[in-house]
């Protein structure tokens, strides 16, 4: 079965400092990576899509990919408080012919 | 560019009925995915659908369908609606189906089956 595991939570982090979040998935020939944010009541937005192994940064934002090890993570620097949300990491897997596999969502709360 | 809409917001059926969603993608997408939340499942994969032809299915039963229209909209129906069916329900577009295109999502329809 693909699955895609992320600690549910709450994270909690204060202002300013690093949060970082993390996700493990099942399917080996995974190609495509996504972080999205949401809000209580809100759809899903889009954050960080990574595709290679490394690390992608985009304003305070870093995503790093580990195929061999089948992990991921979203590191969010100078944590403000707009940032409390659940985040959800998404995989596409079967080689693309499937639709996003999401984890469950990790929930993070940035204290003032 | 104007993000994905979806029409209604929020909607109230009872046990039985059917219902029908509406789905607009962004300007250039031609492919339409569909997700069911619930707080228990999260957020799990209806099917997606690419010039008018459904491309996918997530493990759902006969009961969820949809189709796309030649201008990329699309809709979903649900029929003899469950209480087990109310949940927030989401559309996704992006250019193509290749693994490596961004989805974007709509605001979601709010379903709630009494």
């Known amino acids: 079965q693909k699955e895609v595991e992320q600690n549910s939570g709450p994270l909690s982090v204060p202002e300013g400092a690093i949060a970082s979040l993390n996700c493990t998935y099942s399917d080996r020939v995974s190609q495509s990576f996504f972080w999205y944010r949401q809000y209580s009541g809100k759809s899903p937005e889009l954050i960080m899509s990574?595709?290679?192994?490394g690390d992608k940064e985009d304003g305070r934002f870093t995503a790093q990919l580990n195929k061999a090890s089948q992990y991921v993570s979203l590191l969010i620097r100078d944590s403000q408080p707009s940032d409390s949300a659940t985040y959800l990491c998404a995989v596409n897997m079967g080689g693309g012919a499937d639709g996003l596999t999401f984890g469950k969502g990790t929930h993070l709360i940035i204290q003032p | 560019k104007a993000g994905v809409t979806q029409t209604p917001r929020y909607l109230i059926k009872t046990r039985g009925q059917q219902v029908t969603l509406s789905c607009s993608p962004i300007s250039g997408h031609r492919s339409v995915s569909w997700y069911q939340q619930t707080p228990g499942q999260g957020l799990q994969f209806l099917f997606e659908?690419?010039?008018?032809?459904?491309?996918n299915k997530g493990n759902f039963p006969g009961r969820f369908s949809g189709r796309q229209f030649s201008n990329s909209r699309s809709e979903m129906n649900v029929s003899t609606l469950e209480l087990g069916d109310s949940a927030l329900y989401l559309c996704?577009?992006?250019?193509?189906?290749?693994?490596?295109?961004?989805?974007?999502f709509g605001p979601g329809t709010r379903l709630t089956v009494t």
């Open positions: 659908y690419f010039s008018e032809t459904q491309r």
């Open positions: 996704a577009s992006r250019p193509g189906t290749s693994a490596y295109y961004e989805q974007y």
């Open positions: 990574i595709y290679s192994n």
